[in-house]
């Protein structure tokens, strides 16, 4: 692809590195910005830069948040002993949609993979641990995608809190095999949620 301007092929170049887009798509979108008003260019230029600089990750469930505890965790209406263990925001999201769960998150930042390097030292395992020795959970409820590395991260937590003395069950399998939780559509994700079952039934069914 030839450029007549050099700005014009790195701004392309940095828009194609985001997921999905392609170099096509980036050029097509980045001569859409050159169209739009320069302020409006503006905005979104500095409104990525704050995101970048000023995010932050709750201090109880690692959720992204503009403050030290996220709007969640600081809400008082919410079960404070019931967890449910998630990937990453989009997963919060998908299950916050439902409105039928009112308890809090903990969200792992990813799942083990060990194809991409990724193991439990790299999620945030370690303070999901700490957070059920200190006995401020009742229930955990394991809501990770049902694929191989979402089974794999289910089996490695749950094997690390045999000695305590925690409730742990897995959403219903509502949700098809080999599927990504935030896909899933509102009622279904949400009546897997309310149908959840103890996880070492889920053992036994597979």
């Known amino acids: 692809?030839?450029?007549?301007?050099?700005?014009?092929?790195?701004?392309?170049?940095?828009?194609?590195q985001l997921p999905g887009i392609g170099k096509r798509t980036a050029l097509r979108?980045?001569?859409h910005l050159l169209n739009?008003?320069?302020?409006q260019t503006s905005d979104l230029s500095r409104s990525l830069q704050a995101l970048r600089g000023e995010i932050k990750f709750?201090?109880?469930?690692?959720?992204?948040?503009?403050?030290?505890?996220?709007?969640?965790?600081a809400n008082p209406k919410r079960e404070q002993d019931v967890v449910c263990v998630v990937?990453?925001?989009?997963?919060?999201?998908?299950?916050?949609?439902?409105?039928q769960y009112m308890g809090l998150y903990h969200v792992l930042g990813g799942k083990i993979s060990p194809m991409e390097g990724v193991g439990p030292q790299d999620l945030t395992i370690s303070s999901l641990i700490t957070k059920v020795s200190q006995d401020r959970i009742?229930?955990?409820i394991f809501a990770l995608s049902s694929t191989?590395?979402?089974d794999t991260t289910n089996f490695y937590i749950y094997k690390q809190l045999k000695p305590y003395d925690v409730k742990i069950s897995t959403i219903a399998r509502g949700i098809?095999?080999?599927?990504?939780?935030?896909?899933?559509?509102?009622?279904?994700?949400?009546?897997?949620?309310?149908?959840?079952?103890?996880?070492?039934?889920?053992?036994?069914a597979t």
């Not at 739009?36 to 302020?39: D, I, K, L």
């Not at 469930?61 to 965790?73: G, K, R, T, W, Y």
């Open 138 to 140: 009742k229930e955990l």
């Open 29 to 31: 979108l980045v001569l």
């Open 176 to 204: 098809s095999v080999g599927d990504e939780l935030e896909y899933a559509d509102e009622v279904t994700l949400g009546r897997s949620i309310l149908n959840r079952i103890p996880f070492e039934g889920s053992l036994k």
């Open 87 to 99: 990937e990453d925001i989009r997963d919060v999201m998908a299950i916050e949609n439902t409105g």
């Open 36 to 39: 739009q008003p320069e302020e």
């Open 58 to 73: 709750c201090s109880n469930c690692h959720n992204i948040s503009d403050v030290e505890l996220c709007q969640i965790c």
């Open 1 to 16: 692809m030839e450029f007549s301007s050099k700005l014009l092929e790195n701004a392309v170049y940095h828009m194609s």
């Open 148 to 150: 191989m590395e979402g």
